[in-house]
């Protein structure tokens, strides 16, 4: 059979075009990722540090 032309059907996902689509998309969602996790990991060390502080002037390290 002739069904070579469902390759170049817009709704196809083994057509180049959707899988370069969804990797690009992908690639962008990991970027985001990442983003995100440093981020958190950099709002986790302000809190530490806010938190130590507080501590050092309860007991009244830091005046």
């Known amino acids: 059979m002739a069904l070579k032309f469902l390759n170049k059907k817009g709704w196809n996902n083994g057509s180049l075009r959707n899988i370069e689509n969804v990797w690009k998309a992908k690639q962008k ?18 809190r530490e540090k806010f938190e130590f502080r507080l501590l050092q002037e309860q007991v009244g390290l830091v005046p």
């Open 29 to 46: 969602h990991e970027v985001e990722q990442r983003k995100l996790e440093e981020l958190r990991k950099q709002i986790q060390d302000e």
